[in-house]
């Protein structure tokens, strides 16, 4: 049996979860071969696609994913697919092309089937009834489901796949390497030297909430008498808008920019951070959260997280708060600077536990039990 893992790019976390994939499926006698679009996006990873252990193909390798037309996305993996005589193929969602592509490509043939990936979930946005409808219409091609959590299994059954063929293991990265790597890290020299610092990750768009977070960290120093800095890892549309405001609330010596940290530095500045602060206004998931939890933060996440309602719990392994009002944020900032260092790594290592569930393995066990339950279905 030959099993596709398809993305629009392959980034870090996906080929730890590819690996994840190909040790389970082997174990049912099952290859795996992943399929990315492109080689560029908005995303700036650099050398994560070189392997010897994967089969990884790439659609268009010298293009860039924005850059190019749906039928021809369409027309090159449909190509790609049946060239590699793939039985199942599991897709990332239902929005973009690649996906439904794949969708239609498995309605097409009695003995071919798809199983959606999915980390949305219902609250994200104002659900609207024709959208909906249009999303179930795609999604009667998918014969199973892989997602990140309890609250993304519900919505996917919302829209039509049956609830007993939807698993749970999507949102998953390299714990190991984390937290290995992160120990390491902590042997030597912080990126700023002895200076404790709250460490943020993630692109710059407006939901991601970093202008409420500067807001917030500048009242925060205002109200601690032996304030933290604060380092914001990252780049997108919005960076020359937050570098002016935090320039504006006076903050230019005490937050960091140090643009987008590739895969094997960002371990480090896990491991020197006092906690992670993650306070988009809407996130389906938010992979950040498992990389902090390995490297054994305390986490405040903002209650529209995805990740928070698996990976979370306020008070045990860190905070919980609103993103839509500025006092919130600060009063968690607060909370951890003030909490002693012997409640900041129970904190660490209770999100240690927490995530240790969600690795490589679970993914690779979830999409097993995908792929069998997608093969069983009736057509």
Known sequence: MRVALQWMRTGP?????????????????????????????????????????LRLSTLF??????????????????????GERIDVVASNGWAVPEARAALAWAGRFRNRRAVVMSETKADEAPR?????????????RASAGLVGGEMQARYLASLG???????????AVDNDYFDTQSEIARQG????????????????IARKNFDGLLRAYEAYRRACSDPWDLVVSGSGEEESRLRALCSELGLD????????????ELPTWYAHAGA?????????????????????????VASPVGA??????????????????????????????????TEREAMGRAARRRVADYGPERFGQGLVAAVQAALQAPR
């Open 13 to 53: 976390y996906h080929l730890a979860r590819a690996r994840g994939a190909a040790q389970a499926l082997a174990k049912v006698g099952a290859s795996v071969s992943v399929v990315q679009v492109s080689a560029r996006d908005h995303y700036e990873w650099t050398g994560t696609v070189e392997s010897t252990d």
């Open 61 to 82: 390798a010298e293009r860039t994913y924005d850059e190019l037309a749906q039928h021809e996305i369409s027309a090159r993996l449909i190509e790609w697919l049946e």
């Open 128 to 140: 609207v009834f024709w959208k909906e409808w249009v999303k179930r219409r795609i999604l009667r």
């Open 161 to 171: 796949v049956p609830a007993e063929r939807i698993f749970l293991g999507y949102n």
């Open 189 to 204: 020299a912080g990126p700023l030297g002895a200076r404790p610092y709250f460490f943020a990750c993630a692109r710059f």
């Open 253 to 264: 010596r005490d937050v960091h920019w140090p643009g987008f940290v590739q895969y094997p």
């Open 276 to 300: 992670f602060i993650h306070p988009a206004k809407g996130e389906p998931w938010g992979l950040v959260v498992n990389e902090a939890a390995a490297c054994g933060l305390p986490l405040l």
């Open 308 to 341: 928070r309602y698996e990976l979370v719990e306020d008070g045990v392994n860190g905070h919980v708060f609103d993103p839509f009002d500025d006092a919130d944020i600060t009063r968690v900032l607060l909370q951890t600077t003030e909490a002693s260092a």
